[in-house]
């Protein structure tokens, strides 16, 4: 321990001074502690001393706090450091600065989004294009936390023969330091890509933001980076010994500097199937069951579920979560929904000293530290299948009256909706008034719910008999059904109820992906100019509303004028029958006489208010606000200024989604961040300093087609129906209206409300009259 007597004293030519550790414990025994003294009048550091002492422990001495108030408050100083503990090591008068702010590492999902770009873009480059004949995927991708992400083969190859794909990606680009007779050189970092013996390893690199950077991929043996002398961290630097020629590939097809990435896996697969390479093929199979015990037992289930699911009476649709990090593991529909609801597969688990038939289930998750209960807001239904460890496995085989134990063992699953799990005190709830449990009980053996105890008996209603498939299929879907409309407890699976349940399942409704109208089939509403008026008895909140909602149909307006074609543009069409007032697109536009059904949805923001500039409070320019209230995923945004009162007015920008995924509002301030030259655009098209905003729609429905943008393409159908429940039904019901209407004598004509904040939804009148009910 360094004596603070004669440190004390050592301060004495300072009237006051700041102290700055810096504390360096590499060595387990000898600790180097520097100091380093500000003058009261400058910034500059004064002096630095080098303090080591040595110590069996890394935790740094500290003085206490009764030598520190001694030392801030001593009457006299001494001019120099006494005894032989502390040293002067450097002395400066004013040092050179270095900025050592650190980028903020992404979040494990932003990470897990970077990657399934990656993968979006590989996936681009294995379609068959001139001189290639393409690679395929199996019909089912690969799990998500499967050893391999891609699994390929030759297009049209029956052999079931696969190479094994891992893609490591990044999106940050950095550069190396500066040294002697160099230049800067691009560095890029990838982690964890050792053991992968016998696959493809490709690193990609895909940049971010509005940064005009190139893409860059390079390909390597899975066995490559096992002897890093940072296990599993690899840096390619451009021009370095991993950027090669044998190691570049390009993902663009014409690019003649690099060989395309799809030839490449092509190539590869051919001297695996020689057995001239260190790669190795291997079968589906193998590939798919390459998981941790956990995602084992979850993708076993998953393949049960899916033949369970195909049962279902008026077809069920099935995804993948946006992200494996999520709460939820998959996404369920039935054929006549357009909104999707959030399931959580889980596998219950037996030990030995558990009454045949039981199962434990865990209703926990994971964060950052720890485990805590789901909450009700994290999925919307609880998928359960019967236990799948070896104790279980064991149990079966003791107690089962079969001979095919296998199928018995998977008989009985568990479909509960969470609100019932809420009510059962097993979730936590969203107010925070029940903490809720972390493991609980269910019964799949073949006992009724009399013979049940406990929570068992109260879970029991959810137990899904899987012995009579087609039963089982309408369980599935009445369970989905009714709980959108009903308490969990007015539904029930006894005998004399199911005659009155099956009754409302669209049993008539074939196994299809399309279920609503698809285009061409959606009548369009007969309009005429309406004279933008609300009557005069009418609410000052329906006014307001009224005024917000011809605000959006201006700017809507002064957009579609932007879609015709002009000059060298060629324009892009919408549908025949505009998107509901309510959908969550604005417009659906492609390219004029494009015959696919491919859509890019556009969402428009309008603003008429301009906040202006404060003086003093950081903002010097006008200010225009928009607000974004609803989860936007895959369209572009569009923002449209109305102000007169700003320069070059009506202003317009786009903002890719990504850009303003986390903000709720939009500032845009003239000159600010949002307002850059890649955002900005324009209605005319002689204007030089931005571009056009059909030319930026056109271009940008070319690369969602290609893939190369976070924007989908959708059809026509999907976009008009993604409503809520209430506006999906009445959009349903007004195209039977409109099918009707067009059997009445003479004629009827249609228009809708002038806003749909009104107490009605159509004007109507018969042909030739003037005034419309």
Avoid at 177 to 190: A, K, M, N, T
Avoid at 355 to 384: A, I, M
Avoid at 670 to 684: A, I, N, P
Avoid at 733 to 751: D, S
């Amino acid at each position: 321990m360094i004596s603070t007597a004669p440190f004390r004293q050592s301060f004495s030519w300072f009237v006051s001074f700041r102290l700055g550790l810096h504390v360096q414990t590499r060595r387990p025994c000898a600790c180097t502690r520097i100091f380093s003294l500000l003058g009261p009048s400058t910034e500059s550091v004064s002096r630095v001393w080098g303090l080591r002492h040595w110590s069996a422990s890394r935790k740094p001495s500290t003085f206490p706090e009764s030598d520190l108030h001694q030392v801030f408050n001593a009457p006299s100083w001494g001019s120099t450091l006494a005894g032989q503990d502390a040293t002067p090591a450097l002395s400066v008068s004013s040092p050179v600065v270095h900025n050592n702010t650190k980028r903020k590492k992404p979040s494990l999902r932003q990470r897990r989004e970077i990657e399934s770009f990656a993968v979006s873009r590989l996936r681009h480059c294995l379609q068959a294009s001139d001189g290639f004949e393409g690679l395929e995927e199996p019909p089912l991708p690969l799990h998500p936390f499967a050893h391999a992400d891609l699994a390929v083969r030759p297009t049209g190859c029956t052999e079931d023969q696969w190479l094994p794909v891992q893609v490591k990606s990044t999106s940050r680009q950095v550069y190396t330091d500066v040294r002697e007779g160099r230049r800067r050189s691009p560095l890029w970092h990838f982690q964890k890509v050792s053991g992968y013996e016998g696959m493809a390893l490709i690193c990609m690199f895909v940049p971010q933001g509005s940064l005009p950077l190139t893409e860059r991929a390079w390909l390597f043996p899975g066995d490559r980076f096992n002897t890093l002398k940072k296990p599993g961290w690899l840096g390619i630097t451009g021009g370095g010994k991993y950027d090669k020629k044998e190691n570049r590939c390009s993902l663009s097809p014409d690019c003649m500097d690099d060989s395309h990435v799809g030839q490449i896996l092509f190539a590869v697969w051919n001297q695996a199937r020689l057995g001239n390479s260190s790669y190795k093929l291997q079968d589906l199979q193998t590939l798919q069951t390459q998981l941790s015990p956990t995602h084992l037992a979850e993708w076993t289930m998953m393949q049960k579920c899916r033949s369970l699911f195909e049962n279902v009476p008026c077809g069920l649709q099935i995804r993948d979560a946006p992200c494996p990090t999520l709460p939820h593991d998959i996404e369920l529909r039935l054929a006549t929904w357009t909104e999707w609801v959030r399931v959580q597969l889980k596998s219950a688990y037996s030990v030995q000293k558990m009454r045949c038939g039981l199962g434990y289930v865990s209703t926990k998750r994971q964060p950052v530290w720890g485990s805590v209960p789901y909450s009700e807001t994290d999925f919307d239904f609880l998928l359960v299948s019967p236990p799948q460890n070896e104790t279980a496995k064991s149990i079966d085989r003791r107690s089962s009256m079969s001979s095919n134990v296998e199928e018995d063992r998977w008989r009985f699953f568990y479909l509960i909706p969470t609100q019932e799990l809420v009510r059962d005190g097993i979730v936590s709830s969203r107010e925070g008034t029940q903490k809720g449990l972390q493991t609980i009980t269910l019964d799949f053996s073949t006992k009724t719910a009399e013979q049940c105890r406990g929570r068992p008996a109260r879970l029991h209603k959810w137990k899904i008999d899987t012995f009579n498939l087609h039963l089982a299929g309408k369980q599935i879907a009445e369970v989905l059904s009714f709980e959108r409309g009903r308490q969990a407890e007015s539904l029930s699976f006894k005998g004399e109820n199911r005659n009155a349940l099956e009754a409302s399942i669209p049993l008539t409704v074939g196994k299809h992906s399309r279920s609503i109208p698809a285009f061409g089939q959606v009548r369009k509403i007969t309009t005429f100019d309406s004279q933008g008026q609300v009557p005069s008895n009418t609410k000052s909140v329906v006014r307001r509303s009224h005024h917000w909602w011809e605000t959006e149909r201006s700017a809507v307006s002064l957009l579609r004028t932007s879609l015709q074609a002009a000059g060298g543009f060629r324009g892009l069409e919408e549908s025949s029958v505009p998107l509901p007032p309510f959908a969550r697109a604005d417009l659906a536009v492609r390219p004029l006489g494009c015959p696919e059904d491919l859509w890019l949805p556009v969402q428009v923001k309008s603003a008429t208010r301009l906040q202006p500039p404060v003086v003093g409070k950081g903002r010097a320019s006008p200010t225009c606000l928009f607000e974004k209230e609803k989860n936007y995923d895959g369209m572009l945004f569009v923002c449209i200024s109305l102000q007169k009162d700003l320069q070059d007015a009506p202003r317009v920008w786009i903002f890719p989604i990504d850009h303003i995924a986390h903000l709720r509002y939009i500032r845009v301030t003239v000159g600010g961040k949002h307002d850059r030259e890649e955002f900005r655009c324009s209605f005319g098209s002689n204007l030089t300093h931005s571009r056009h905003v059909g030319q930026v729609l056109q271009s940008t429905w070319y690369e969602a087609r290609e893939g190369r943008s976070l924007c989908k393409l959708q059809p026509l159908h999907i976009l008009q129906t993604q409503l809520g429940p209430a506006h999906l039904t009445e959009w349903r019901m007004l195209q039977k209206c409109l099918e009707l209407f067009e059997t009445v004598p003479g004629g009827l004509e249609v228009r809708e409300a002038l806003c749909p904040s009104l107490p009605y939804d159509i004007e109507i009148r018969l042909s030739g009259c003037v005034k419309a009910k």
